[in-house]
């Protein structure tokens, strides 16, 4: 009894969290449909009873675009996929058997803007980083795995980035065990990785 009052409690959290700013198909019946990246949306829908839900999708001419029966739902979610879709304005419509209502999303696809390479300095387990490019209002992160994909170095590079202007950076892997290394670079979203064998 006390695993579900707390599990009942912990459901109320979560609805009120995920829908500071839902969409009301009825009092009882809410959605809201968010960005989790670029490309990709995340329908949350919340109900006091199970029913079929219709989830279309239109363009902002009004065409349709999608249309998917959801049967027998009461709270559930759906992810869907924009990376084939123009940017543009596009229109959500929900419609149970409480109602129908809809919300509009901006559909944007950020430009890549992340320009990077990691090399190998000849007769050495060294490697250089040269950052070309980036946002500099977030860090660059960068993080260094060996052969079996274990971290080996992870730091945020934060002195560069006052300024806005490329850096480089030089690695010294003294761990004779290395055989190959995977470097990832990540900045504002974007990530680059390069892989460099170390053997001689």
Request: hydrophobic letters at 35%.
């Amino acid at each position: 009894m006390k695993k579900l009052t707390i599990l009942a409690v912990l459901l109320m959290v979560f609805s009120a969290a995920s829908f500071a700013e839902e969409t009301k198909i009825s009092e009882t019946t809410k959605f809201k449909m968010t960005a989790k990246s670029d490309v990709k949306y995340e329908l949350i829908y919340v109900s006091d009873k199970s029913g079929n839900v219709l989830v279309t999708i239109f363009d902002e001419s009004g065409r349709k675009l999608s249309s998917k029966f959801v049967k027998k739902a009461k709270n559930f979610k759906r992810t869907y996929d924009f990376s084939q879709l123009k940017p543009g304005k596009y229109t959500i419509v929900v419609r149970s058997e409480s109602g129908s209502a809809n919300q509009e999303i901006i559909h944007q696809i950020k430009e890549a803007r992340l320009k990077t390479f990691v090399s190998r300095i000849p007769n050495s387990k060294s490697l250089k980083l040269h950052v070309g490019d980036f946002d500099p209002s977030s860090p660059v992160r960068v993080r260094i795995y060996n052969q079996y994909n274990k971290l080996i170095h992870s730091e945020v590079i934060s002195e560069e980035i006052n300024n806005g202007q490329s850096f480089s950076r030089v690695y010294k892997l003294a761990d004779t065990q290395l055989n190959y290394v995977s470097v990832s670079i990540e900045n504002n979203g974007e990530t680059k990785t390069f892989t460099h064998e170390l053997e001689e």
